[in-house]
């Protein structure tokens, strides 16, 4: 079985994760057959971890790490594959492996811009 | 003229904002008659006082500022509105306003869900 985990940054405010959630309920709608799990960087639980193992102990044998950031720094380009590694060398019978991050995929971002638009009032022409 | 602020958090690396300029630029190629400006709350410039005030040297007399922030913690809810205010105040001949954050769009989740599963290799169902 092939599980996915979410792996957002984290923050103080327990509303901060609502719209993660609510991507999270959004992929289990669409694909039912695949277990997806949310995580966090740091300040939430889980951890990668902890989301990876449980994964793994619910029969998962391939876990794709998905980084729900937009920028791409620090975090995406260094802690997420440390973390990653790590979860794959506590994992040895699991094929664990990380995806570009949301924020480069170029259907997030277009979305993302017609969005902003009619946010703005400003309905963009579809193209 | 009507001008369209993006506020983003961010980074101490260049490369964070990447995403966020795309988004800019597509949004400009969407809807070439609104100027459209990024602004961050920290750690890059410019802030949001100075874009609102290109905009609005530029001839803007409204501005909208569109969050660029998936998660709805501390910074949307309570650092966005207190900049948005202060920039009002600091522009008392131009209509300043905010919108939700990106997150907070449904278009948004539903895309970002289908670009995370696509990522993940399980093409979904279109809906």
Partial sequence: ?????????????????????????????????????????????????????????AGCTRITVVPLFLGAGGHVREDVPRLVAQAARQLPAVHVTCTLAIGESEHVTRAIAAAALTLAGCDPTPR
């Fill in 1 to 57: 079985m092939d599980g996915i985990v979410l792996l957002a940054h984290g923050a103080r405010d327990a509303k901060w994760a609502e719209p993660f959630a609510s991507i999270a309920r959004q992929m289990r709608e669409l694909a039912p057959q695949r277990p997806v799990t949310l995580a966090f960087l740091e300040l939430m639980l889980p951890d990668l971890l902890t989301a990876a193992a449980q994964l793994a102990a």
